[in-house]
């Protein structure tokens, strides 16, 4: 997925949760289900079932009109009805008759036998209201996106809180920023190279932040600066090449969590971006793998157990946590290694940090 069409689909899906829980209140909601209830029980499917398929001439309605029908044929009928002699009421087939001609032509039979005859008898039904309102509401666009969601997924998306953000919006590197590196005391100095790399720490002064971004530009510049060195320690050294490292003094996530940056390099210079402890034995790296083909957004999940590493919405990288437990902390920089010599910038959009712990 492009890097433009997949921040689109963070944000739809943090615009999915909040529908799902607003569509979740809803009255319409709450009548679907209420119908649903109705048209899913076996009272309603049997009824409907019974009047659908139900013919007319196996109704108690058609029986009684072919009763009355083969009476008034009978010839004791016919007399009665033609010469209206009162005596003849006491005939059994003309009382018969007589007790269902007056059956007939009450309202109650007229409506029933009515209802019967009528073939689409099931749509002139209360019950049949309910399950086109019900299969109406289905197609509502709210029930419709409701429906599709996975309620597993939804909770799981919910649970993870923005503990931590950088959106770069304003005019300086925000004060949860410091440069140089992250040390457990102060009695270190953190702001300092290293005589394997090319490029000199200028304690910020290649950082800057416009246009909602924060920018570190790897340039060639000769300056001398600290420097450690693996035998002699702490060094003032020459170098040809400046850049910066910054950290944050706030700890991000203590056990779990998701880190996510968007992030655009030009240039040959490499780069940092990862989770690290003061005393800097290890680091989650959220740059596993640096692609340097446009904006990309860089995805960190980690728990006790492991790390996985995302370009965009494709893994690239997965492995044990070294810093299970610990308070991290963010790393940035930007060096050049032994022998390489180049210049670059990298540019972050934003850095946000969830945790469901």
Known sequence: MKTKAFEQWLKEQAQMVVRYRQVEKSDVLAEYNSLKEVVDSADFKAKKQQLTTTRYADTQEAQTMVAYKQLRKKSSVFFYRLLKKAAWKEKPEVAQYLALEEKIQTPEFKQANAFWKNKKRWFTTPESQQEKRFNSLGKHADIVFYLQQDAKKITELESYKMIWADEFDGANMADTWQTGFLYPTADFKADHSHVS????????QNTKVSGSAMHIVTKK??????AWHPTKGMVTHAFAYTSDVWHTIKAVAPKVGVLQAKVHYTGKAKHVLCLTTAKAQHALPILSKQVAKGEMIYTLVWNEKEVVNYVNDVEVARGKNPLAGE??????????????????KMDIDWIRIYTNA
């Open 327 to 344: 308070n991290l902390h963010l790393l940035v920089r930007s060096y050049l290694p032994e022998n390489t010599k180049a210049t670059g």
């Open 197 to 204: 790399e090319q490029q000199a720490y200028v304690k910020g």
């Open 221 to 226: 510049q000769n300056t001398t600066a600290p």
